[in-house]
């Protein structure tokens, strides 16, 4: 279940908690998930039958890092640096394949896996580097886990659901269930979370490419 993050100082919440009132924060997320979409159309009949809230087309999204503090306070001399140090990062990585699937059942939503983790892991590293090196108070987080794009997320007002394993079973019924996507660059964006955190939007700030 989502939980509250205290509300004073400049902590930032943990992961799994509500954000603070009025926060939003600026994400690093892989966003060209065409070839994801008749995926995740694939799997909705299950994710209805778990009555969790399915992330719409236009907010798929795999996580590569974010900045763990409000980006109100985030300055615009600071934000160009840091889509200069995110660029100069990910252009030594080159652009890669990577399989997006088969779906998991968490705790808090259904996700689908990626394979491998080879460049996605060096391209996380980087993004976060390039933050903790702009952004004071070493707030770049890297992506939860393994890369994976959410299909899912159980509202709060629903709460966990720790029997999960009749919709896993489900979900591998589904096939093929995956797909394989061409990685040649991420997003840098400014994320808003909904009040029951079940919905992640986000304003698009900058195009972080790889490199060739």
């Known amino acids: 279940m989502n939980e509250s993050a205290p509300m004073t100082g400049t902590q930032a919440p943990s992961s799994g908690q509500r954000w603070p009132e009025g926060w939003t924060k600026l994400h690093v997320y892989l966003t060209d998930l065409t070839e994801v ?64 699937g088969p779906a998991l059942a968490a705790t808090g939503g259904v996700l689908l896996d990626t394979f491998p983790g080879t460049y996605f892991d060096a391209l996380v590293d980087a993004c976060v ?12 987080r890297p992506c939860g886990g393994p890369g994976h794009v959410s299909l ?18 489900k979900l591998r019924d589904v096939r093929p269930g995956r797909t394989e996507i061409t990685v040649t660059g991420v997003d840098l964006v400014r994320v808003a979370q909904s009040e029951d955190a079940s919905t992640y939007t986000w304003q698009h700030i900058d195009r972080i490419p790889l490199g060739e």
Request: glycine letters at 8%.
């Open 152 to 169: 899912s997320y159980r509202s709060d007002d629903l709460g966990v659901d720790r029997q999960r394993g009749a919709i896993q079973n």
């Open 37 to 100: 979409k008749a995926v995740a159309d694939s799997y909705r009949p299950v994710i209805d039958l778990a009555a969790d809230k399915p992330v719409p087309h236009e907010w798929l999204h795999a996580t590569v890092a974010s900045v763990e503090c409000d980006a109100a306070g985030i300055g615009d001399d600071v934000l160009r640096e840091l889509v200069d140090r995110l660029r100069e990062k990910a252009a030594g990585i080159p652009a890669f394949k990577l399989t997006v």
């Open 129 to 140: 580097a390039a933050v903790d090196e702009v952004v004071e108070g070493d707030v770049g």
